[in-house]
């Protein structure tokens, strides 16, 4: 393993901030696979999954070094300053480094971070895979999101990934100052694995995307190893997803949890008022699936997502 | 005329609710828009200066003005982090003004953009009030997208000399501005001071320029016979034209000048200061004779931090072409 700095900035109090890439490599023409976490300070479970991945590579390099057919690289904290407060932004300003990817950003640490890391990507990667977790508020079973406009592409890689399911969705503007986008908009496909939630790490399902990584590393033709078959994810389109959302804001208590087959009309949880005593609504799924996000977070506003299903239609 | 424009429930207590500030019923409309960041507080305090001297108006206390068209003003429209004192919405760290064109059925903050949205499109003229980003100040300017002769005269009529010709970026699209711009709404961002302060001079420089706009727009009349002033001379600087200053140490900045100051080619804007030490590291100096128009304010800095933007005094080529003068 080599280690490289690929960006190391002076701190006022001594300690650069630096950004590491470890390179796992052999000369070969099979593709290049990066993989990143830790963008957002506070999503933990890609730390979690490069952390197996380094350690399983090192281990890799001593016992069967012929098996690393090509170079893999990670990145396992490109956002230090946000994961050494455990915040989801870039603390001194309050920045979503994965909202200054694209172009004409103003001019800031931050942003002069985020376009080193995408150049360092695109320069050595064929492949890159993002690692995320939710936000403070939702739970999320083990998924790929592709933008439809890049389906194409990514949605062979993804099928070798060990999710539970690939959504596919529409672009929306939000996107076009992601990591991600700006990758796959340079022709780099870049995938984005969304798992858990942040502040937490939840083993199982950090092993289950590591052996999809393994999995994908091999298929790629990057690693040649001995796997067990991964799962079959659910392909999704938008128009299948069924969003749960509050009509009144309240207490969330959930009563399932994500991964469950539910029935329509299965109870998910229910809404509370904290201050009078009184139960809002019982709140039932509207229809029969896969529920793949739950609200974990009890606090909600009216409009505020509670819950995602993919409808399974049943045949008559 | 303060009108609710939107109530939600919270989990805890009293509903959390969106005004706005309406005058008169006629005319093309004037719409100002502040406190989309929970921490820029000058335009904060430049719309109730606003409302108070329109309510007056309106009231016929001030004998020297009649509103002859129509103005709303949107003072806070990030309810909750101006009253947490954050830039970002407290909940989830959205920043407001991200969520445009916002969603009526979605979560507060879209609830709250697509209200702020559906009550301004149909304006014809629009301001949106902000300040420097964190830990900057700014020197008051007008910031625009494009600079067409409506803008132009919008700025005239502001009686703000400097216009900052923003490159197109990425999430732009999500802004308020940018839905303006495509709803064909004359429009600019003003921006002066630095966040969670407010500096008084500005606010009343600013508010004089208002109410020049509102004269020379035909929204306010004066019955003095004063004509608006509109031949202030307005120079816009294109993106090409600024010059960032940045550290190649870190440390305390100490600064050496004032924002809105005209620095001379090799001129010293401040020097970075070893925390531990207090030994001087290095002195950050202007390359360009400019106008300093943003200036870091919190001391601490990183490596590679911009401490400071210069607009370049000289002249462009652009400005020898009649039609932009």
Redesign the interface.
Known sequence: MQTQRILS?????GPP?EILKHTFSAQSNKPRVSFVAGLHGDELEGLYICHKLIRYLKELEISNPEAIKGQINIYPAVNPQALENAT??WP???L?VN?T?????????AV?TSQILLQDLKSSSEIVIDFHSS???LMELPQIRIIKDFEKKLLPLAKNCNVDLIWIHPNA??F??TLAFNLNKAKTPALVIETGICHRIYPNAGDQIFNGMLNLLHETGTLNIKLDSVKEPKLVQSDQVKMV?AY????FIKQVAVGKFLEEGERLGKLI???EGSVLKEIVSPCSGLLFTLREHP???????LARIVETLRKK | MKEKILT??????EN?ELYKNVWGKAGESLSIVSGLQGDHLNGLFLNSQLTQFLDRVIEGLDPHYTLTGQVQTFPVVNINAVQSG???WP???M?MD?AFPG?S????T??IAYMILEHTQDSFWGLILTSA???YEDAPHIQVYKSNNSVKKMCRDLKIETVRK?????????NLFHHWQEQEISSVMISAGSPRTINLQQCENLFQGILNFMKAEGILKDHRKKDSENKGKTRIYQPDEEV?VKTS????FVTEVKVGSYLKQGQKIGEVRD?YSGKKLEELISSEDGLLITLRQYP???????VAIVLKAKNSWREYFPWNR
């Open positions: 900035i002076k701190s006022p109090l901030v989801r932004l001194f300003f309050s979503d909202r990817f694209g172009s004409g950003q103003i001019d800031s640490l002069e936000n403070l508020q503007e939000i076009a100052s959302q009144h804001s309240g207490l008022d904290p201050i606090l909600v506003h009216k409009g505020s997502p | 939600l429930p919270t989990p805890y207590g959390l954050t830039r970002l909940l989830d760290g920043d991200l969603n059925q979605g979560e507060t879209e609830a980003p964190p830990h923003q490159k197109e970026y990425s999430t732009q699209k999500v960032l140490t870190a440390g305390i925390i601490i800095v990183y490596e590679k931090e911009p």
